[in-house]
Nanobody
């Protein structure tokens, strides 16, 4: 059974940085796409970034390119999200998600079967 456990959230001032980590277990993830989504209060869950486990191809929401960087560590089975120059509007619960051969559903929450419990990121202005 796939398990995803996020860590690294917290409170940071605007302009600061945080690094989120998602520890994946329960199977071999070759062929899977790992992604980060976020959900702010009163808003829909939105795609942040994704990475294809097999070849490391990365995907980003256009508005976050240049500030957020996704990476994976094959040996540790972790996927990290480095977030720089944080803004108050980045405040949200951040979720790690995983799906096999996600294809065209990459950017949609309903394209993913496996989710972590989420980690809160709060950016104070």
């Amino acid at each position: 059974q796939v398990q995803l456990v996020e860590s690294g959230g917290g409170l940071v001032q605007a302009g600061g940085s945080l690094r989120l980590s998602c520890a994946a277990s329960g199977r071999t993830f070759s062929g899977y796409t790992m992604a980060w989504f976020r959900q702010a209060p009163g808003k829909e869950r939105e795609f942040v970034s994704g990475i294809r486990w097999s070849d490391g191809n990365t995907y980003y929401t256009d508005s976050l390119k240049g500030r957020f960087t996704i990476s994976r560590d094959n040996a540790k089975n972790t996927v990290d999200l480095q977030m720089n120059s944080l803004k108050a509007e980045d405040t949200a619960i951040y979720y790690c998600a995983s799906e096999f051969a996600v294809g065209g559903s990459l950017y949609r929450p309903d394209g993913y079967s496996y989710w972590g419990q989420g980690t809160q990121v709060t950016v104070s202005s």
